[in-house]
Structures are given as structure tokens and as C-alpha cells.
């Protein structure tokens, strides 16, 4: 297999101008990529460029592993609020995942309910086109709407628009206190109720889940507030009590789902409409999550399943992270949007250099 | 600043064009009185002026579908226009343009308050959309200052921010799905109730991109549970240098209040004269905002005002009731048509990194001096959204030119301490020519891609956003 | 705002008001928010930004109104919510009555219009032709779907109200204080008002009175002139002004206040000052517009004894005159709060109801969508009754709202000692 590790921004643009066939973009490696296209690695690009605290803005290094960049940033106790989900438990995978990647599938965990997304928090990025064309985009200050925003549009596109080298991120500091409150419920009709009940509070939570057997509600912030939110979350939710473990890394990466032998489904949808999945999907005999107060839904499905007939009516977008079925991994668009889609493919990348594999 | 002359061939067949437009659109949709097209000829940015060919307000999505066809099979450009607040002169037509507002839809489609979400059409005011649910203890967090006014298509358009958004996040971030009208007359959904994207995330370019995409005629915008309570405290220093060290003391510390707004003394007092507010007559004023229940709030405060001290405020006062800080808050959101009490001005909308906040004040005021024209400022001191107004007599000949100089100077300097030229307003026409100074000439031809695959005429809002040098080529 | 006057146009004073004025707008568009008819139409012609424009472009021009110019500006309601809004202190009534001065002077209106807009202007300021007039089209209301004018088939559903008869308690007297006097005012007793409810000066004097305070009904007062105002018709409009000005200066010694409770009026009356600001009688003009003030304005600066409570829940309905004309916003609130009153104001108070003077006559379909509103949000809050400050708003909600409308002075009269109003005791 040959892997090209371009060391800096102009070899990474000679070798796209050079090629003559699709690449398969890779960063830590966490994703499975295929074998059958030589590996544009982003290995070389690392480091942090820019780090400012007093205005909570990185400048980052595609290809920096994302556990370099969460130390940087926790010397000055700050972090990436989105808190990126880790490929490898569902996929086996091994590897480091990179800042890069994380952007590229706009990875985001349970705080994305309250906090936002990865595409949140980006300010600004470099990437190198399918023609080899370097191309700056926003910036690194909060605010900013100087043209159009080509950095948010990468978040997702799998590097079918270009190769990620340079990202800015908006960073925030790490809350003096965590907590996670538990409450026992077996249906996600009535998960999904108690979540919106918290979400809907002025009690700000920052992470919704349904585990299958429990409401998971998380809080953070200074003690005090904390304390007093929780209090406030159990008066409105009777049964809430305090919960010792942290659940949260292990529902954001899917890790209860991930050992069973089954394909393995993300689904983003509204969160009432996370119900009613959830229940068909269970009579079905699927394993289910909630997350995002409902709106993100986790499946482990027999292998083959065809998710996406049960939600024909419900809306939002299916992706399968694992298993190989008759329909495709991502969620067709609607004609007219998927033209627009393969339009801009067709601009940035004229010779399908990064077309999708799948 | 230069607008592209009208196309002879396009005005030649105004009747034409009038004729098609009013046969397929109800009565009272069509504007063509010279008389009528006068009023619609700007924005909120008066500088530059052009009446349209025409104005066209259309009830319904279809009928916005309509108008766009007709002007697309006949080649005639489009204006795309929401309530017309526009400082950078967004709305602004040329004289071959049709004018498109979508101030006649205003409807709330649908409101679920367990998905938190609430759809409307986009010409309804960004306040009547929190006046729709505030009495059910929600609301919208983008709050642009002009926000009694402001309409929904063109908060998407400029992807406005506002004070707030230092916690909430700008429209982008609160923005989940849109019905838009393609220059072609095609109705694409994109997005929806959902988060997040399944492939491209054509929402992120969508949301500013200035009216060049696509009129977007319906949102689905995210809407959040009221805090408990909010209380802004207002501190009074003696430079502009010390508020804004301050300032990035305050983020520095993880202390993240809900809003951090900056005013020095013209504007204090302008403010003053129209809100009764309270404002302390100070050199420099930062409002700083904190929201949760009053024992959260005593709290941050607490925190706040230890930083503060270090600065030697010379006064600090926290508002008390709810009258006051909704006083305060009226005196800031109405800064910059309290100033026209005062002046002529251009509004100036650059960002910088908080930490650069001493240098650029210092940097703003030199440059006044040089050119001898008066600023006054007033920003979102948080996130360093700066709002230098400079300040000018519109009937005096040769101050208008004078004003953009210094502007342009102003934005330079933005840009090269690691900002950029707007924040929050959009490029429109005011910044056009600048584009440059921040953006390579890939980094620009990578963005006329986008709209190459949306609009291939290059029919809306083409005059806006990019250099006409840039644009040459690709424009009718 | 960039402005176009030549050396020469600005020495006229009304001209140079007009720039002034204008100059001071920042074309922000605030005041489209806060404007009913913009609200109503969405089109900017028919908000403050556009008429502004339109004005802008006819007073530089100099050339005089046309058709298109002339519809948008009469489809303002003088409602005045955009002063209220507009943060760099634009004082759009003084702009837009020098707009309908000049409309008046360079525009012929088409006859159907002339002779209904000179019907009003020769009737509604006189209570006794009002009544004779509310008379004929009682008689004439069965034929109303024969009438092809929705302007003149709205006069005729005005006459839906009763006629009230002329009441003795407002002729020229003097109505003593009971008890010893702690203040005299002259109080002005309107003119349409008179014709169409007879309760709201009989209450405002009875409590006057009780309160200890001399009413004076002088000879010689009439209409305040805001009636012909509004059309334009500024000589006529001066006229009854300075007939007004004269007879109260007569009455200036020892004169607390000249009380209006049609805050229509009061709105007009505290304008006199500019009115007449290049005339001999400015000086008389100004103290006359120092001494007026609204009914609840006056009662607020006294101190009021325990009030009767009734614990009736009243939403109040703010008379734009009052709230943006005269920015009298709380006054009325507390009072009736105090006088022991449930009191609830509705979403978009700051929405004029649409009946503004002849407007609910010259407008009726913009006027109908926005009385329409108004009940709607009104009736939101249950309330047993609405309370308002102006006769024409009274009239206008009353038509809608399926509660019982009053006039703030007759629920402060009921708790301060006066009987139940009778539109309550009706209802």
C-alpha cells in the first residue's frame, strides 16, 4: 500500500497536482481506510501553531493527534468543548485519531446538545484542493462573517472537498465541577419526555442520554451552581439522583454497543421523532441509545437491516458506522440537494481525487 | 465606491419585465412607481443609493419561486431584500435589479417546545421570533442590535451575531434547517429539525452568504429555556486601554459571562439621552451580563469584580431591577441610532483577538486624529467585535470619501493584528473592495465556486461581497 | 441622513424643520417594527423609513404631492409608535404634518374624497352637527349595502353607537369643588367625544370635584383643531387652536392644569407650542401647551384616599396618543392599580387599535385588520372589561371586543366615590 506523508502544505499540494487516480485521505487512522487507493496521510502536518487563552482560540495542525492538542489545552485548563467521538470502539480500529479527522466527520459527543457541534467551535481553516490550490477561509477571532464560510462547510465532508491542514477552533475553559444525575426508565418515549423536561429547564444540561435502562443528565459548571442546579433538576424530575460513574465517554463513543455482533447505526433526527425510532427499532429487536435529549439515536441492528425504512415518515439522516448492507452508508439526500452536493464536489474536486468511498 | 452601471440591454426591457412579474404574481406584489422605488433604494447603510428596477413582495414561498424564475429566465438580476437594516449596504440594488423582500412573510409555522425548535418564515422580525415564545419561558438567542427590526432571511444571510453571543453563538450555531428558493425557481430543503448535516453541511455556506445563494423564505432556528434570571453590571474606566485589558482578564479567568459590551464616552452619552439608562459618565464603559439563579449570579459577579479592581474602576454598579437593566440593554441596542442624534457616522463592524483590544483603541485613536474625524465606539468587547463609529457630515463634500479612507484603514488594521474585516454585518457593498486584504486571490476564487453552483448567471446580489475586478467575467 | 435642500428652500422655516429633522434619521428601519401599518401591508411605502423617503424626495423636489406619494401617507395613522422607537430622536409628527400641509396645498384630492373629507371636517368638530349627522345615518345605516364607498359605509356603522344627549354637565359653568378646594383646572370638553358618550366628562368632573378640586368649563373653548390637523388643513386647524389658546388664557390665574381626557386632543394641545411657534400667539401658545395634561396625568400628582375596591379584572388598552403622542404610559396603570383594579396590559401594546382620529372612516380596511388585532390580544387576558383614554379607541375596540369599554376616569370615579359606569352596568 502506498502511503504518501507530505511534510508540509506545498509537498501535500505537489503530491494532489501529481496524482492521477483517488486517494484515500488519512489521518490517525481510526477509520478504516480502504486499501485499494494509496493513503494521503496528514502524519506530517502537526503542531500547534497558535495558542492564546486570554482569547480562547487555537491554531492547530491538521494532523496533530487529538490527544496532544486535549494536554495543550488542559495545561491551561481549557478544552474542546464538542468533545469529539472516538471511532475505535465501534470500528476496532487502532491508531490516534487526529484533530484533522475529528473536523472532517464533525465528530461531537453529548455536549452537542447544549454546547454545539465541532462545527461549533471552528473559526478557521486551511486546506489544499483537488487541484492542489491552497485556500485560507475565516480566521481565528469569534466573530466573523468575511465572505462565505468554506472552513464550517468542511466539517463533515469527509475531505471531499480538500485536504484539512490548519484548523482554528474556539476552546473553552474546563468547568470547575462535573456531575451526572441518574434516573430509571425503560422506555424512550418517556426517556425522551425527561430529557426535554431538563433540556427545557434554565438549568442548563450538558449532556441527555438513555442508555437502555437509564436518563442520563449532566451538569457543569462552578460547585455552587452545580449543587444548586442539581437540586433544582431532581425537584422538577422526581427520582433524579446523583450518579457515581462518568457514563459519558462511553455513550459518546458507543461503547455498549460496540462489542455486540450486530451493524452498527447513528441516526440524527428530532428528538421527539428519537422516540418513536427507538421504540419501532426495539420491537424490532435492536439494541438502542439516545442522545442529545433524543435527537441522536443509537442502533445496534441485525447485520443487513435497513434502518432507513423505518424512519421513511420521521425525517433527519441515518449514517451505519459498522456493517456492510445493500444500502449505502450515508444518508442520500434529497435530489435537488444532492445536486447541489455534487456540484461543489465537482468544483473542489474535479478529478474525484476524494470522492467517498462508501 | 463604485457600482456596476445598469445593464442597457435589461432596462431597455423593463416594461417587459414589469409586465411578466405583476401577470404572475397577485396585485399589490409589484412595485415600478419611480416614486415608490425611491424608498428602496438603500438600506440602513444611506452612503450609497440606487433605485431598483423594481420591487417585488411576495406572500408565499411560491410566489417568491415565481419572481425568481421569471428573473432567471430573462436574465434580469435579483436584489434579495429581508427588513432592510442592512449596515453594510446588503440590500442594496443596482439599477437593473429586481428587488425581492420577503418582509410579507412573517407567519410562525410550527413551535415544539419538547424538540426545542420553533420554524417560521424568514421575513418575520428576529424579535417576534422570542416574542413568539417568550411567554412560555423560551427564546432566540441571536439578538443583533437591531433586532426589533431585523429580519430572520437577513440574519441568515449575514449570519448576525449580537451581544449575547459570546455564550449563545451566532446565527450558524442556531440555525438547523432552511427552505430556500434557488435564482432558478427550484425549492430546496436543507436541513431541518434535526442537528447537524448528512453529507455536505450546506447550511454552514448558506448562512452568510449574503443573499448570493439562494432567497431563503423559511427557518427552523433552535430556540433555548429563559435563565433563571440575567443581571449586567456596568463598570466605568478610565481609558479604553484599562476596559479592554480588562476585558481579556475577565475570559482569561474562565469566567464566561453571557455578554461583555464596550462603549467610550460619545456614545455613553448618546445612549444616555435616548434610554435613560443610568450609563455613568465614564471614558470607557463595559456592560458585562450574567445570567442563572441569584446565587449563581452574586457568584460570577463576585469573580468579575475581583478582576475588575485590579483595574481600578472608577465605578461599578449593578443594576437592580428589571426596569433598569432593561433600560441598559435599550441604551446599547439602540447605540447607533442614538448617535445619529449626534452625527453622521459610518459603522465599521471588524473583529480582532480580545488580547489585541488595548493596542487597536490606541491604534483607532491615532488614526482620528490623523484624518480629523471623530469615532466613537461601541462593540461586543467579549468575542472583539469592534464597532469604531466614525463620524462625518454627510452634507459636506469630500467627508463621505475621507470617512471610507479612514474606514479602510481601520479594517487594515483589523486584519493585520489577526482579525477580519467584519464580524457580524457582512461584506455587502461597504467592505467589498476590501476583500483582498484578508483573502488571497484563491482563497476568493474557491468562494465564487460556491456561487457558481448556485447561481451560474451570477443573477443575485451579484454586485456585493467580492471586488467587481474579481467578479468581472463571471457577472451578466 | 444625506439631505438635498438648496440655500434658498431652507430658509423657509417649514422647510428647515423638515431638514432638521431628517438629518437626524439614520434610516435604521426600527420604527418599521413598531408601525401598525406597516405590520398590516409590508410594504416600506407604508411605514416611517418610506414615508420619510417619500416626503424627503417631495420636499426637495418641490414639485408638488402626487397619487402615489399621497396614498402611502395617508394610510399613517399619526400613531406616533415610531417616535416612541426611534433612538435618534427623529421627530416624524412635526415631518409628517408638514407633509399633509403640503398635500393639502399642491394635491386635488378626486371629488368623492374632497367632499367626504370636508363632510368630516365640517361636522365632526361640532358636537351639534355631529349628532344631527350620527341622526341622518341612523335612518340611512338600512340602505348601507346600496352605499359603493367603504369609506362612507364605514361612517354609517359609526352610527351604531347610541347617540348620547347633550348633557348639562359639560355646558360652560363652573363646577365648585366639594369640600375646600385644593386646586382649579379648566377642563377641555372636546367635541366628537361630547356626541358620542357623555359619561366621560360627567365622570371626570364628579371626581375632579370630589377630590376637592374647581372645574371650569370656560365660554368660547371647542374642538382642539387635531381633527382638521390631521388632513392638513392647517389654517383651520389654527384657528380653533388659537380660539382654545384665548379663551384658556383668560383662565390662567391660579390655573393648576387644562385637563383633557381624549388624549387625542392632549396630544394636539401640547403641540400648540410649535403650532404657533412663528405667530404672535407662540408665547400665549406655549404656556397653554405647559398647563396641559391628561386626565391621569393631573391625578397622579394628587394624594387620593382609599379607594372603594371593586376587584375587577381590566386590561388596558394604551390610546397611542397617549402612550407615544404624550408618552403618558404608567400613570394610568398605577392609578387604576391603586383604585384597586386587576390591571393587565396585551402583547404589542404598543400597536395603535386603528381608529386614530377619522382614520377608522378614511382607511376602513387597514382600520378593521388592526382593531381586529387589538381585540384579539385584549380579549387574550379575560378581562371584565377594557379599559382606554381616547373616545376613538373606545369606539373603535368596542365594535370588537364583546366586554364593555370605558374610559379610565369612569373606573377611577366608581372606586373614588362615583357610581358604576353605566356601560358596566349594561354589560
Sequence with gaps: ?????????????????????????????????????????????????????????????????????????????????????????????????????????????????????????????????????????????????????????????????????????????????????????????????????????????????????????????????????????ARIIPGLAPADEDPWPALRDGAALAPMERDIWRVSLRASHGAVLAERLREAGAAVQLDWGGALLWAATAPGTDLRAEMADLGGHATRLRGQGSTPARHPDPAPVAALAAGLRQKFDPRGLFAPEG | MELPSPNPAILDRRAEIVARLKAALPAGTVIDDPRGLVAYECDALTAYRCPPLAVALPRSTQEVAEALKICHEMGVPVV????????????????????????????????????????????????????????????????????????????????????????????????????????????????????????????????????????????????????????????????????????????????????????????????????????????????????????????????????????????????????????????????????????????????????????????????????????????????????????????????????????????????????????????????????????????????????????????????????????????? | MQTNFTEDQLREPGIARANEILRACVHCGFCTATCPSYQVLGDELDSPRGRIYLIKDMLESGRPADAETVSHIDRCLGCLACMTTCPSGVHYMHLVDHARAHIEKTWTRPWPERLLRGALARILPYPGRFRWAMVGAKLARPFRRLVPDARARAMLDMARAPIAAPSAMDQPQVHPAAGPRRGRVVLMTGCAQKALDADINAATIRLLT?????????????????????????????????????????????????VINTSGCGTTVKDYGHIFRNDPLAEAAAEVSAKAKDITEFLATLDLPAPERHGMRIAYHAACSLQHGQKVTAAPKTLLQAAGYEVSSPADAHLCCGSAGTYNLMQPEIAAELGRRKAGTLMALQPEAIAAGNIGCMTQIGARSGVPVVHTVELLDWAWGGPEPAKLAQG
Design chain 2, 80 to 476: 434579495p431584500r429581508g427588513a432592510g437594516t442592512s449596515l453594510a449596504g446588503g440590500s442594496l440594488p443596482t439599477g437593473d435589479a429586481v428587488v425581492i423582500g420577503v418582509a410579507r412573510l412573517t407567519r410562525v409555522l410550527e413551535t415544539d417546545y419538547a424538540d426545542r425548535i420553533i420554524r417560521v418564515e424568514t421575513g418575520r422580525t428576529n424579535l417576534s421570533v422570542t416574542g413568539a415564545v417568550e411567554a412560555d419561558g423560551f427564546f432566540y438567542a441571536p439578538d443583533p442590535s437591531s433586532q426589533l427590526a431585523c429580519a430572520i432571511s437577513g440574519n441568515i444571510g449575514m449570519n448576525s451575531g449580537g451581544a449575547h453571543c459570546l455564550k449563545y453563538g451566532v446565527t450558524t450555531n442556531n440555525l438547523l434547517g432552511v427552505t430556500m428558493v434557488l435564482m432558478d425557481g427550484t425549492v430546496v430543503e436543507i436541513g431541518g429539525a434535526h442537528m447537524d448535516a448528512g453529507d455536505l453541511d450546506l447550511l454552514s455556506v448558506i448562512c452568510g452568504s449574503e443573499g448570493q445563494l439562494g432567497i431563503v423564505t423559511e427557518a427552523t432556528l433552535r430556540i433555548l429555556p429563559k435563565p433563571e434570571g440575567a443581571r449586567p453590571v456596568l463598570m466605568g474606566f478610565g481609558s479604553s486601554r484599562v476596559a479592554g485589558a480588562c476585558v481579556s482578564d475577565i475570559i482569561e479567568a474562565g469566567v464566561l459571562p453571557v455578554a461583555i459590551e464596550f462603549m467610550d464616552r460619545p456614545c455613553i452619552r448618546a445612549c444616555e439621552a435616548f434610554a435613560h439608562a443610568g450609563y455613568p459618565d465614564v471614558e470607557a464603559l463595559l456592560i458585562i451580563e450574567v445570567e442563572g439563579s441569584p446565587a449563581e449570579i452574586d457568584h460570577q459577579l463576585r469573580l468579575i469584580r475581583g478582576i475588575a479592581e485590579r483595574h481600578g474602576p472608577e465605578v461599578i454598579r449593578e443594576s437592580t431591577t428589571a426596569e433598569e437593566s432593561a433600560a441598559i440593554w435599550l441604551g446599547r441596542k439602540s447605540a447607533f441610532g442614538a448617535m445619529g442624534q449626534i452625527n453622521d457616522y459610518m459603522c465599521l463592524d471588524g473583529t480582532i483577538p480580545v488580547t489585541e483590544l488595548p493596542l487597536v483603541l490606541e491604534r483607532i485613536g491615532e488614526l482620528s486624529a490623523q484624518y480629523g474625524l471623530g469615532v466613537a465606539n461601541v462593540f461586543h468587547a467579549g468575542d472583539g467585535n469592534m464597532h469604531p463609529l466614525i463620524l462625518f457630515d454627510a452634507n459636506k463634500p469630500g467627508d463621505l470619501e475621507l470617512c471610507e479612507q479612514m474606514g479602510a484603514d481601520i479594517l487594515k488594521l483589523c486584519v493585520e493584528v489577526g482579525g477580519c474585516l467584519t464580524g457580524e454585518h457582512g461584506v455587502g457593498v461597504e467592505k467589498r473592495d476590501l476583500m483582498t486584504v484578508q483573502f488571497s486571490e484563491d482563497d476568493l476564487e474557491a468562494q465564487l465556486k460556491v456561487k457558481d453552483v448556485f447561481d451560474p448567471k451570477w443573477l443575485l446580489n451579484a454586485a456585493k461581497v467580492f471586488p467587481l475586478a474579481v467578479t468581472e467575467g463571471r457577472r451578466p
Design chain 1, 1 to 233: 500500500m502506498t502511503v504518501i506523508a507530505p511534510a508540509c502544505e506545498a509537498e501535500l499540494a505537489e503530491a494532489i497536482r501529481a496524482a492521477n487516480g483517488p486517494f484515500a485521505i488519512r489521518g490517525g487512522g481510526t477509520r478504516s481506510p480502504a486499501a485499494d487507493r494509496p493513503v494521503l496521510s496528514t502524519a506530517g502536518l502537526v503542531g500547534v501553531v497558535l495558542y492564546e487563552p486570554g482569547a480562547l482560540t487555537l491554531v492547530v495542525k491538521a494532523g496533530t493527534p487529538l490527544a496532544e492538542v486535549e494536554d495543550v489545552l488542559a495545561a491551561k485548563n481549557q478544552r474542546l468543548a464538542f468533545e469529539p467521538m472516538d471511532h475505535r470502539p465501534v470500528l476496532g480500529t487502532s491508531g490516534d485519531p487526529t484533530i484533522g479527522g475529528a473536523l472532517a466527520v464533525n465528530a461531537s459527543g453529548p455536549r452537542r446538545v447544549q454546547a454545539g457541534a465541532a462545527r461549533d467551535f471552528l473559526l478557521g481553516a486551511v486546506f489544499v484542493d483537488g487541484e492542489g490550490t491552497r485556500v485560507r477561509n475565516g480566521g481565528r477571532v469569534m466573530k466573523n462573517v468575511t465572505g462565505y464560510d468554506l472552513a464550517r462547510l468542511q466539517a463533515g465532508a469527509r475531505g471531499s472537498l480538500g485536504v484539512l491542514t490548519e484548523l482554528s477552533f474556539k476552546v473553552l475553559p474546563v468547568p470547575e465541577r462535573v456531575a451526572t444525575l441518574a434516573l430509571a426508565c425503560d422506555t424512550p418515549g418517556r426517556a425522551v419526555a425527561e430529557m426535554s423536561r431538563a433540556l427545557g429547564s434554565p438549568y442548563e444540561v450538558t449532556g441527555a442520554a438513555w442508555d437502555g435502562a437509564r436518563v442520563l443528565l449532566r451538569i457543569e459548571g462552578f460547585a455552587d451552581s452545580v449543587a444548586y442546579r442539581a437540586g433544582e433538576l
Design chain 3, 210 to 258: 370630589r377630590l376637592g378640586i374647581e372645574v371650569v368649563i370656560p365660554e368660547g373653548e371647542g374642538c382642539c383643531g387635531a381633527l382638521v390637523h390631521h388632513m392638513g388643513r392647517e389654517e383651520e386647524a389654527k384657528q380653533f387652536a388659537a380660539r382654545n389658546i384665548c379663551t384658556w388664557m383668560a383662565q390662567m390665574e391660579g390655573l393648576d392644569a387644562i
